[in-house]
Protein backbone atom coordinates (compact mmCIF):
# COMPACT_ATOMS: atom_id res chain seq x y z
CA UNK A 1 0.00 0.00 0.00
CA UNK A 2 2.92 2.11 0.35
CA UNK A 3 2.98 4.76 -2.79
CA UNK A 4 6.73 5.99 -3.55
CA UNK A 5 7.13 9.73 -4.99
CA UNK A 6 9.86 11.84 -6.36
CA UNK A 7 10.63 15.09 -5.41
CA UNK A 8 13.44 17.44 -6.39
CA UNK A 9 16.80 16.73 -4.86
CA UNK A 10 15.72 13.79 -2.71
CA UNK A 11 18.05 12.04 -0.71
CA UNK A 12 15.88 9.19 1.25
CA UNK A 13 12.64 8.31 2.03
CA UNK A 14 11.55 6.42 5.31
CA UNK A 15 8.09 4.79 5.79
CA UNK A 16 6.34 5.03 8.53
CA UNK A 17 3.01 3.19 9.49
CA UNK A 18 1.10 6.05 7.56
CA UNK A 19 3.76 9.21 6.64
CA UNK A 20 6.29 8.83 4.45
CA UNK A 21 9.18 11.56 5.08
CA UNK A 22 11.14 12.29 2.05
CA UNK A 23 14.84 14.00 3.02
CA UNK A 24 15.28 16.65 0.68
CA UNK A 25 19.02 17.82 0.70
CA UNK A 26 19.89 18.15 3.97
CA UNK A 27 17.88 20.23 5.36
CA UNK A 28 14.36 19.96 4.41
CA UNK A 29 11.76 17.11 4.41
CA UNK A 30 8.43 16.26 2.93
CA UNK A 31 6.20 14.52 4.89
CA UNK A 32 3.48 13.01 2.71
CA UNK A 33 0.30 11.84 4.92
CA UNK A 34 -1.03 9.05 3.32
CA UNK A 35 -4.57 7.28 3.65
CA UNK A 36 -3.37 4.02 5.55
CA UNK A 37 -4.51 3.47 8.77
CA UNK A 38 -3.01 1.96 12.03
CA UNK A 39 -4.09 0.65 15.05
CA UNK A 40 -2.34 -1.31 17.86
CA UNK A 41 0.45 -0.53 16.08
CA UNK A 42 -0.39 -2.98 13.31
CA UNK A 43 -1.10 -1.04 9.50
CA UNK A 44 -4.54 -2.00 8.84
CA UNK A 45 -4.96 -3.88 5.22
CA UNK A 46 -7.53 -1.20 3.71
CA UNK A 47 -7.05 2.67 2.71
CA UNK A 48 -8.91 4.97 4.67
CA UNK A 49 -10.60 7.73 1.63
CA UNK A 50 -9.33 11.05 2.75
CA UNK A 51 -7.89 10.40 6.10
CA UNK A 52 -4.90 11.68 4.67
CA UNK A 53 -6.00 14.80 4.00
CA UNK A 54 -7.58 15.37 6.92
CA UNK A 55 -4.53 14.90 9.39
CA UNK A 56 -2.09 16.66 6.66
CA UNK A 57 -4.56 19.85 7.17
CA UNK A 58 -5.29 19.45 10.66
CA UNK A 59 -1.79 19.23 11.49
CA UNK A 60 -1.07 22.83 9.45
CA UNK A 61 -3.94 24.07 11.36
CA UNK A 62 -3.05 23.39 14.97
CA UNK A 63 0.85 23.92 14.11
CA UNK A 64 0.26 27.41 12.70
CA UNK A 65 -2.20 28.00 16.29
CA UNK A 66 0.52 26.80 18.35
CA UNK A 67 3.67 28.28 17.03
CA UNK A 68 3.52 31.55 19.79
CA UNK A 69 4.11 28.61 22.51
CA UNK A 70 6.28 26.39 21.02
CA UNK A 71 8.75 27.13 17.39
CA UNK A 72 7.51 23.99 14.76
CA UNK A 73 9.32 22.29 11.60
CA UNK A 74 6.06 23.72 9.06
CA UNK A 75 7.94 26.03 6.19
CA UNK A 76 4.97 25.04 4.12
CA UNK A 77 1.79 22.94 2.91
CA UNK A 78 1.98 22.91 -0.91
CA UNK A 79 -0.99 20.11 -1.03
CA UNK A 80 -3.42 18.47 1.15
CA UNK A 81 -1.67 15.91 1.75
CA UNK A 82 1.88 16.71 1.67
CA UNK A 83 4.29 19.49 4.00
CA UNK A 84 7.67 20.46 3.52
CA UNK A 85 9.70 21.18 6.95
CA UNK A 86 12.77 21.41 8.49
CA UNK A 87 15.04 18.26 8.94
CA UNK A 88 15.33 18.33 12.87
CA UNK A 89 16.91 15.80 15.09
CA UNK A 90 14.13 13.73 17.04
CA UNK A 91 14.13 12.99 20.65
CA UNK A 92 13.42 8.86 20.63
CA UNK A 93 10.13 9.04 22.63
CA UNK A 94 6.02 10.42 22.42
CA UNK A 95 5.18 12.69 24.63
CA UNK A 96 1.66 11.61 25.91
CA UNK A 97 -0.85 13.92 28.09
CA UNK A 98 -3.58 12.48 29.68
CA UNK A 99 -7.07 14.90 31.36
CA UNK A 100 -8.95 11.95 31.76
CA UNK A 101 -8.68 8.13 32.70
CA UNK A 102 -9.00 6.88 28.71
CA UNK A 103 -7.62 4.72 26.28
CA UNK A 104 -4.65 2.64 27.40
CA UNK A 105 -3.99 4.34 30.48
CA UNK A 106 -8.02 2.97 31.57
CA UNK A 107 -6.73 -0.19 30.71
CA UNK A 108 -3.85 -0.18 32.87
CA UNK A 109 -5.57 0.81 35.47
CA UNK A 110 -7.93 -1.73 35.04
CA UNK A 111 -5.81 -4.50 35.71
CA UNK A 112 -4.70 -3.54 38.76
CA UNK A 113 -2.03 -1.30 38.24
CA UNK A 114 -1.87 2.66 39.91
CA UNK A 115 1.43 3.59 38.42
CA UNK A 116 1.36 4.63 34.94
CA UNK A 117 5.08 5.46 33.72
CA UNK A 118 6.33 6.58 37.35
CA UNK A 119 2.98 8.37 37.67
CA UNK A 120 0.87 7.33 40.73
CA UNK A 121 -2.86 7.64 39.92
CA UNK A 122 -5.32 7.87 42.86
CA UNK A 123 -8.21 5.12 43.51
CA UNK A 124 -11.48 4.80 42.87
CA UNK A 125 -11.01 6.32 39.29
CA UNK A 126 -13.57 5.02 36.44
CA UNK A 127 -13.08 4.66 32.99
CA UNK A 128 -13.11 8.15 31.50
CA UNK A 129 -12.91 10.19 34.51
CA UNK A 130 -11.11 13.51 34.18
CA UNK A 131 -7.91 13.60 36.31
CA UNK A 132 -7.19 15.59 39.27
CA UNK A 133 -4.71 17.27 36.83
CA UNK A 134 -2.98 16.28 32.94
CA UNK A 135 -0.38 13.94 34.13
CA UNK A 136 3.06 13.00 31.20
CA UNK A 137 3.32 9.21 30.26
CA UNK A 138 5.55 8.79 27.76
CA UNK A 139 6.60 6.18 25.34
CA UNK A 140 9.41 5.03 23.06
CA UNK A 141 9.13 5.34 19.67
CA UNK A 142 10.05 3.36 17.82
CA UNK A 143 10.85 2.27 14.46
CA UNK A 144 9.30 -1.20 14.04
CA UNK A 145 6.84 -2.93 16.42
CA UNK A 146 5.14 -1.52 19.91
CA UNK A 147 5.83 1.68 21.55
CA UNK A 148 6.58 0.83 25.20
CA UNK A 149 5.50 3.21 28.27
CA UNK A 150 8.80 4.99 29.75
CA UNK A 151 9.31 7.22 32.72
CA UNK A 152 10.62 10.29 33.19
CA UNK A 153 13.63 8.65 34.97
CA UNK A 154 14.18 6.15 32.09
CA UNK A 155 14.47 8.84 29.56
CA UNK A 156 16.95 11.03 30.87
CA UNK A 157 19.26 7.48 31.99
CA UNK A 158 18.48 6.05 28.98
CA UNK A 159 20.30 9.53 27.71
CA UNK A 160 16.98 9.47 25.32
CA UNK A 161 16.94 13.53 26.31
CA UNK A 162 18.83 15.39 28.96
CA UNK A 163 17.00 16.35 32.01
CA UNK A 164 17.51 20.26 30.69
CA UNK A 165 16.03 18.78 27.23
CA UNK A 166 13.50 17.10 29.22
CA UNK A 167 12.03 19.26 31.48
CA UNK A 168 12.04 21.72 28.22
CA UNK A 169 10.09 19.54 26.62
CA UNK A 170 7.70 18.64 29.54
CA UNK A 171 6.62 22.27 29.85
CA UNK A 172 6.02 22.60 26.21
CA UNK A 173 3.69 19.49 26.47
CA UNK A 174 1.94 21.01 29.60
CA UNK A 175 1.43 24.21 27.69
CA UNK A 176 0.36 23.09 24.01
CA UNK A 177 -2.41 20.74 25.84
CA UNK A 178 -3.90 23.65 27.56
CA UNK A 179 -4.31 25.19 24.56
CA UNK A 180 -5.66 22.55 22.88
CA UNK A 181 -7.90 21.65 25.32
CA UNK A 182 -9.28 25.56 25.26
CA UNK A 183 -9.54 25.48 21.30
CA UNK A 184 -11.58 22.12 22.02
CA UNK A 185 -14.02 23.85 24.54
CA UNK A 186 -14.72 27.01 21.98
CA UNK A 187 -16.54 23.48 19.80
CA UNK A 188 -17.80 21.82 21.98
CA UNK A 189 -15.17 19.09 22.98
CA UNK A 190 -12.78 17.54 25.66
CA UNK A 191 -9.18 17.15 24.74
CA UNK A 192 -9.16 13.60 26.51
CA UNK A 193 -5.38 12.80 25.71
CA UNK A 194 -2.68 13.61 22.64
CA UNK A 195 1.05 13.31 22.34
CA UNK A 196 3.81 15.40 20.64
CA UNK A 197 6.94 14.76 19.45
CA UNK A 198 9.83 17.36 19.38
CA UNK A 199 13.55 17.37 17.57
CA UNK A 200 16.22 19.85 18.25
CA UNK A 201 18.15 21.46 15.11
CA UNK A 202 20.72 24.19 16.14
CA UNK A 203 20.51 23.78 19.99
CA UNK A 204 16.36 24.56 19.66
CA UNK A 205 13.76 22.43 20.37
CA UNK A 206 11.18 22.72 17.90
CA UNK A 207 7.56 20.65 17.98
CA UNK A 208 7.46 17.79 14.65
CA UNK A 209 5.32 15.51 13.19
CA UNK A 210 1.08 16.04 13.77
CA UNK A 211 -0.63 17.52 16.80
CA UNK A 212 -4.19 17.19 18.22
CA UNK A 213 -5.21 15.19 15.19
CA UNK A 214 -7.83 12.00 15.39
CA UNK A 215 -4.45 9.52 14.93
CA UNK A 216 -2.55 11.41 17.96
CA UNK A 217 -5.47 12.65 19.86
CA UNK A 218 -9.11 11.38 22.05
CA UNK A 219 -12.13 13.77 22.02
CA UNK A 220 -14.98 13.62 23.74
CA UNK A 221 -17.70 15.72 22.93
CA UNK A 222 -18.39 18.21 26.51
CA UNK A 223 -22.53 18.06 25.83
CA UNK A 224 -23.45 15.27 28.38
CA UNK A 225 -19.79 14.39 29.67
CA UNK A 226 -20.90 14.47 33.24
CA UNK A 227 -24.38 13.11 32.54
CA UNK A 228 -23.19 9.74 30.86
CA UNK A 229 -20.05 9.35 33.17
CA UNK A 230 -22.90 9.14 36.47
CA UNK A 231 -24.78 6.73 33.95
CA UNK A 232 -21.48 4.58 33.56
CA UNK A 233 -22.64 5.06 29.79
CA UNK A 234 -19.96 5.45 27.22
CA UNK A 235 -19.11 8.36 25.84
CA UNK A 236 -19.58 10.17 22.66
CA UNK A 237 -16.04 10.78 21.21
CA UNK A 238 -14.30 11.32 18.04
CA UNK A 239 -11.15 9.20 18.39
CA UNK A 240 -9.28 6.10 16.64
CA UNK A 241 -10.94 4.55 19.78
CA UNK A 242 -13.97 3.47 18.16
CA UNK A 243 -11.49 2.05 15.87
CA UNK A 244 -9.90 0.03 18.57
CA UNK A 245 -13.04 -1.03 20.31
CA UNK A 246 -14.47 -2.56 17.03
CA UNK A 247 -11.12 -4.70 16.51
CA UNK A 248 -10.96 -5.67 19.90
CA UNK A 249 -14.96 -6.75 19.57
CA UNK A 250 -13.53 -8.90 16.95
CA UNK A 251 -10.70 -10.58 18.55
CA UNK A 252 -7.96 -8.46 17.62
CA UNK A 253 -5.42 -6.51 19.55
CA UNK A 254 -2.16 -6.79 17.79
CA UNK A 255 -1.10 -10.15 19.57
CA UNK A 256 1.06 -12.18 17.71
CA UNK A 257 -1.41 -15.03 15.88
CA UNK A 258 -4.37 -12.68 15.77
CA UNK A 259 -5.55 -11.58 12.34
CA UNK A 260 -6.96 -8.55 11.55
CA UNK A 261 -11.09 -8.87 11.00
CA UNK A 262 -12.34 -8.37 7.77
CA UNK A 263 -12.95 -4.66 7.14
CA UNK A 264 -15.93 -3.87 5.02
CA UNK A 265 -16.67 -1.26 2.49
CA UNK A 266 -19.26 -0.01 5.41
CA UNK A 267 -16.61 0.17 8.07
CA UNK A 268 -14.05 1.84 5.92
CA UNK A 269 -16.64 4.62 5.01
CA UNK A 270 -17.70 5.16 8.58
CA UNK A 271 -13.75 5.51 9.27
CA UNK A 272 -13.67 8.11 6.59
CA UNK A 273 -16.78 9.75 7.76
CA UNK A 274 -15.41 10.31 11.80
CA UNK A 275 -12.22 11.75 10.08
CA UNK A 276 -13.60 14.45 8.53
CA UNK A 277 -16.18 14.67 11.38
CA UNK A 278 -13.66 15.44 13.54
CA UNK A 279 -11.94 18.25 11.01
CA UNK A 280 -14.96 20.02 11.04
CA UNK A 281 -16.09 19.93 14.46
CA UNK A 282 -12.30 21.00 16.21
CA UNK A 283 -11.60 23.66 13.07
CA UNK A 284 -14.95 24.80 12.57
CA UNK A 285 -13.98 24.76 8.70
CA UNK A 286 -15.99 22.93 5.68
CA UNK A 287 -14.13 19.86 4.32
CA UNK A 288 -13.09 20.15 0.70
CA UNK A 289 -11.85 16.74 -1.03
CA UNK A 290 -9.38 16.88 -3.16
CA UNK A 291 -9.26 15.90 -6.33
CA UNK A 292 -7.69 12.23 -6.24
CA UNK A 293 -8.17 11.51 -9.44
CA UNK A 294 -4.30 10.88 -10.29
CA UNK A 295 -2.72 11.82 -6.43
CA UNK A 296 0.52 11.28 -6.93
CA UNK A 297 0.94 13.75 -9.98
CA UNK A 298 -1.04 16.25 -7.97
CA UNK A 299 1.11 15.79 -4.75
CA UNK A 300 4.96 15.46 -6.93
CA UNK A 301 3.82 18.55 -9.17
CA UNK A 302 2.75 20.84 -6.14
CA UNK A 303 5.82 20.02 -3.95
CA UNK A 304 8.36 20.42 -6.50
CA UNK A 305 7.21 23.24 -7.25
CA UNK A 306 7.42 24.39 -3.93
CA UNK A 307 10.95 22.86 -3.61
CA UNK A 308 12.31 25.48 -6.67
CA UNK A 309 11.62 28.50 -4.79
CA UNK A 310 13.73 27.00 -1.57
Known amino acids: MIQTFHFTNQQSVYNGKVRDVYSIGNKHLVMVVSDRVSAFDVVLPRLIPYKGQVLNQMAAYFLDATKHIVPNWVLAVPD ?114 TKYEFGSLDDKILLMDEIHTPDSSRYFYADGYEQRQMAGHAQKQLSKEFLRQWLIQNGFQGLEGQQVPLMTDEIVNEISNRYIELYESITGLQFVKADNTNMQLRIESAVNKYLACL
Open 80 to 193: ANATVGLRCKPFKIEMVVRGYLAGHAARVYKSGLRTICGVALPDGLRENDRLPNPIITPTTKADAGHDADISKDEIIAKGLASKDEYEQVENYTLALYEHGVKMAAQKGLLLVD
